[in-house]
C-alpha cells in the first residue's frame, strides 16, 4: 500500500480536501498583489522641472525635447531673459529645485522624486525585491526540511504581513527597499510550503487539477489588483491593503496540518497517524482512521524513507553527465522564462495604454494561456510546449524593437502575446523539471532550477537601465535570452506517458529505452497504445 492508497481510506477528495485548499489558495490569490505592486505603487507620471522661486511655469522655462514635449530633467537658466527666442543659445541647468508631476495619485517616483538621474532607483527597488525572493527559497527551504512545512509557511504569512505593512509606512527610501526585501522573502516561503502542502493532501489523479486550480488563483489575483490601485491611489494605503490580509492567513493556518510524509520522515510517525485520523473523521470515515495502526504507516512508507535516506547534494546535478544535461538546459529555460516574463510584466506603463486596463488585459491573457499550455501538454508533449512557448515569446519580444513607438496597438498585441507565452511556458517548466528529476534528487533539482529563473527575474529590471544608452537594447536583450532559453529545451528528453525515475539508474535505463524505438519499430507501436493522461503525472513527488 502506498501514501495515496492510504489517504483514499481516509478520505482522498472529501470536505476536508476542498477546504485545505481553499485555505491555501486564498493567500495565492492576494500573492498577485505584492508581485506586481511596484506596477502602481512605482509608477511614474509626466513630469518636469519645478520653476524657480518667483517664476511661473511656461515655455520660457521647460525646453522643448527632440520629441516636440517639455524636458522632463532640464530648465533654462535664466527663465526671464525673453529676448533670446532660440532655445538652442541658452543655457540649461538640473532641475534644481524640484519636479512637478501631472498625476492626482502618488507613488514612491513622486515622493522621493525617482527620476531624471535617480529613476535608477526605481528599478533597483524591484530587483531587491526579487532578491528576496531568492534568498528567501533558498533560506526558508532548508528550513523547512528541519522545521516542517507547516511552521515555515506560518511564519512566511506573518513575514509578509509585517514587513508589507512596514513598507506602507516607511520613513525612507532604502528602509523601503529593506521592508521589500522582507517581502519577497514571505513569499518564497509562502509558495514554497504551499505547493509541497497541495499535492500532498489530494489524490494523484487530482494533483495536476489542484495544481492548475492554484495558478489560476494567481491570475485572477492579477485582475484584483488594477481595481485596488484604481480605487486607492495613494501608494502607502495601497501597500497597506494588500498586506492586512496575511494576518489573517498568519492565523487560518494554524488550521493547516502538517505534511505526512515530513513527519514520517523525521521520526514522528505518532504525529502523523494522529493527524490521519483527524482528517478521516473530519471527511465522515472515522472508523477507516481508527483501523490504520503506526506500524502499517511505517512499513507503506519504507520505500520513501529508503530513498529519502539515499544522500544527492547539487554537486551530483553537474557530477552525473546525463543530470548535467538536462540542468543545463532547465537552468537556461527557467533563467529566460523569469527574465523575459518580469521585462513585460512590469513594464506595463512603457505602452502608453491605460494602466489599469492594460494590466487586466495582461493578466486575462493568462487563462487562454494555461488552458493551451494542458492540451499542448497532453497532446503535443513537453518538450514541444517548452521550446515552442519561448521560441515564441522571444519572436514577440524582438519584434517589439522594430515596431515604431505610435503603434501602440501593435506593441500591446505584441507585449501580450509574449507574456502568454511566458505565463506557459512557467506553467510548462513546472510540471517537465519535476517529470524529468528522479525522486532521489527531485527536490534539489527544482531548487536548482528555480534559482535560476530567481536570479532572471532579479536582473530583469536592471537591464531596463541599458535603455538610456540606446531604447532597443533591452528588448534584444530581453528576446535573444528567450530564444536561447528556447533552444535548449529542444534538447530535453519527452516525458509525455512516461513514468516517473525513481532513482539516477532509472534515468538512465529511461534514456537507453528511448533510443530504442528507431530500430525497434515494434516497440515504437505498442507504446503509441499507452493511453493519454490529460495532466500529465504527480507534480508533487518528491
Known sequence: MTFSEILDRVGSMGRFQFLHVAILGLPILNMANHNLLQIFTAATPVHHCRPPPNASAGPWVIPMGPNGKPERCLRFVHPSNASLHNDTQRSTEPCLDGWVYNSTKDSIVTEWNLVCNSNKLKEMAQSIFMA??????????????????????????????????????????????????????????????????????????????????????????????????YAIPQWRWLQLTVSIPFFIFFLSSWWTPESIRWLVLTGKSSKALKILRRVAAFNGKKEEGERLTLEELKLNLQKEISLAKAKYTAADLF????????????????????????????????????????????????????????????????????????????????????????????????????????????????????????????????????????????????????????????????????????????????????????????????????????????????????????????????
Open 132 to 229: 528576496g525572493i531568492l534568498i528567501g527559497g533558498l533560506v526558508l527551504g532548508d528550513l523547512s526540511d528541519r522545521f516542517g512545512r507547516r511552521p515555515i509557511l506560518t511564519c512566511s504569512y506573518l513575514l509578509l504581513a509585517a514587513s508589507g505593512s512596514g513598507a506602507a509606512f516607511s520613513p525612507t527610501f532604502p528602509v523601503y527597499m529593506v521592508f521589500r526585501f522582507l517581502c519577497g522573502c514571505g513569499i518564497s516561503g509562502i509558495t514554497l510550503s504551499t505547493v509541497i502542502l497541495n499535492v500532498e493532501w489530494v489524490p494523484t489523479r487530482m494533483r495536476a487539477i489542484m495544481s492548475t486550480a492554484l495558478g489560476y488563483c494567481y491570475t485572477v489575483g492579477q485582475f484584483i489588483l488594477p481595481g485596488l490601485a
Open 319 to 542: 557530477r552525473i553527465p546525463m543530470l548535467r544535461r538536462m540542468t543545463f538546459c532547465l537552468s537556461l529555460a527557467w533563467f529566460a522564462t523569469g527574465f523575459a516574463y518580469y521585462s513585460l510584466a512590469m513594464g506595463v506603463e512603457e505602452f502608453g495604454v491605460n494602466l489599469y486596463i492594460l494590466q487586466i488585459i495582461f493578466g486575462g491573457v493568462d487563462i487562454p494561456a494555461k488552458f493551451i499550455t494542458i492540451l499542448s501538454l497532453s497532446y503535443l508533449g513537453r518538450h514541444t510546449t517548452q521550446a515552442a512557448a519561448l521560441l515564441l515569446a522571444g519572436g514577440a519580444i524582438l519584434a517589439l524593437t522594430f515596431v515604431p513607438l505610435d503603434l501602440q496597438t501593435v506593441r500591446t498585441v505584441l507585449a501580450v502575446f509574449g507574456k502568454g507565452c511566458l505565463s506557459s511556458s512557467f506553467s510548462c517548466l513546472f510540471l517537465y523539471t519535476s517529470e524529468l528529476y528522479p525522486t532521489v534528487i527531485r527536490q534539489t533539482g527544482m531548487g536548482v532550477s528555480n534559482l535560476w529563473t530567481r536570479v532572471g527575474s532579479m536582473l530583469s529590471p536592471l537591464v531596463k537601465i541599458t535603455g538610456e544608452v540606446q531604447p532597443f537594447i533591452p528588448n534584444i536583450i530581453y528576446g535573444i535570452t528567450a530564444l536561447l532559453g528556447g533552444s535548449a529545451a529542444l534538447f530535453l528528453p519527452e516525458t509525455l506517458n512516461q513514468p516517473l525515475p525513481e532513482t539516477i539508474e532509472d534515468l538512465e535505463n529511461w534514456s537507453l529505452r528511448a533510443k530504442k524505438p528507431k530500430q525497434e519499430p515494434e516497440v515504437e507501436k505498442a507504446s503509441q497504445r499507452i493511453p493519454l493522461q490529460p495532466y500529465g503525472p504527480d507534480l508533487g513527488s518528491s
